[in-house]
């Protein structure tokens, strides 16, 4: 890892804001936040993947993420008053509702300002969003480095904690530390090791595998129909019913299927009729257990009594959820589900 000088000076700007997921920070983030702050007098840290369910990929809250950036740079003699924070959530199929949350973040803290730059670095296609804020100057890091957030997750959950010191800052060491022993990295521990033994099983395929599967949004006065997940991956979350296409039926098939499995929705319920919409989610990376893509339908049962249920197949229990909570809890919710829901409701 190493810094290259800059030539030349530069103006000092106002503001500077860096993004990231910080998952954990580690000590290429905490050098480029370094550099940072010797051209900008307030540094704005976006953290992304905010109020997400913890998984593998982004196994701590962005509140944690914060008081961890904060507590490396107090240990590097920067005071707090110098950086300040935005906390953003995914949108995987809505790049418009992301950019503007994190437009609306930063002006919350520069408050009319145009005396704004943007720091960072472009090394690959993750990099894209650095050219989605025209108004703020580009101010790249000179900070290169191999180091990234998913090599410190892969040493901390195979137990590789001598390496992980050599990674991270000292104040995230110790929380990593500490986080070791609660009851939330052994969940986590057992996710981990769940999916690098599925993916295992697939390494050998002639082709990346890629799986299809089928999502139900069941809707009914003022109520989605969700159920929480029974087993790993996401054990405990709140998902859609929904499940894995067999070789010998349709999507629709599938879907409907999956419903009366996994919630006991009775079989005189006729989904069919109900079907209001459907739409097909290929994020690449919306599921940890390889590339998936969902076919989701949205049935909506009119008004009147919310029938009975009952969990089975994978999940330990089924649920009518108000639409008010469902739509103010992506934390609670396994993967992208919580996208697809909210991608059906806020159509009306």
């Known amino acids: 890892m190493v810094v290259q000088s800059s030539s030349g000076t530069r103006r000092k700007r106002t503001f500077g804001v860096y993004i990231g997921r910080f998952e954990p920070p580690h000590q290429a983030h905490l050098l480029v936040m370094l550099e940072a702050l010797q051209s900008v007098q307030k540094l704005i840290v976006v953290i992304g993947s905010a109020r997400a369910a913890r ?19 107090l240990e590097a003699g920067v005071p707090k ?40 670095h ?24 191999a180091l990234s957030a998913t090599d ?40 981990y090791d769940h999916l690098r033994d599925y993916r295992t099983a697939w390494k050998d395929a002639p082709f990346p595998p890629v799986f299809v599967t089928t999502d139900a949004v069941v809707t009914r006065s003022g ?19 929904g499940g894995f296409l067999e070789q010998k039926e349709t999507l629709m098939e599938c879907c409907i299927r999956k419903v009366h499995e996994e919630t006991g929705l009775g079989e005189g319920t ?60 992506p934390e609670l919710f396994f993967e992208d589900h919580h996208a697809i829901i909210e991608h059906f409701l806020m159509r009306g």
């Open 223 to 241: 109520h989605v129909l969700v159920v929480r997940r029974g087993g790993m991956p996401g054990r405990g979350r709140l998902a859609m019913p």
């Open 270 to 329: 006729s989904l069919p009729a109900a079907l209001k919409s459907q739409a097909v989610f290929d994020y690449p990376d919306r599921s940890q257990r390889g590339r998936t893509v969902t076919h989701a339908f949205h049935f909506d049962l009119g008004i009147g009594q919310l029938p009975r249920l009952s969990g089975g197949s994978d999940a330990s229990e089924a649920l009518w959820l108000p639409l008010s909570d469902a739509l103010s809890s």
């Open 81 to 120: 008053s110098r950086v300040l924070f935005v906390h953003v959530r995914d949108y995987f199929y809505n790049e418009s509702l992301w950019l503007s949350e994190v437009q609306a973040g930063v002006q919350a803290h520069t408050r009319g300002s145009t005396d704004v730059a943007l720091i960072g």
């Open 122 to 145: 472009l090394k690959d296609e993750s990099s894209y969003y650095l050219r989605s804020f025209p108004a703020w100057e580009f101010i790249p890091t000179h900070v290169v480095s």
């Open 55 to 73: 998984n593998t990929k982004n196994p701590f809250t962005a509140e944690e993420r914060q008081d961890l950036i904060w507590a490396m740079l």
């Open 152 to 191: 410190v997750r892969r040493a901390y959950f195979e137990d590789r904690l001598e390496d992980v010191l050599g990674m991270v800052p000292p104040a995230v060491h110790a929380f990593l530390v500490r986080f070791h022993q609660t009851p939330e990295y052994a969940e986590l521990r057992v996710e």
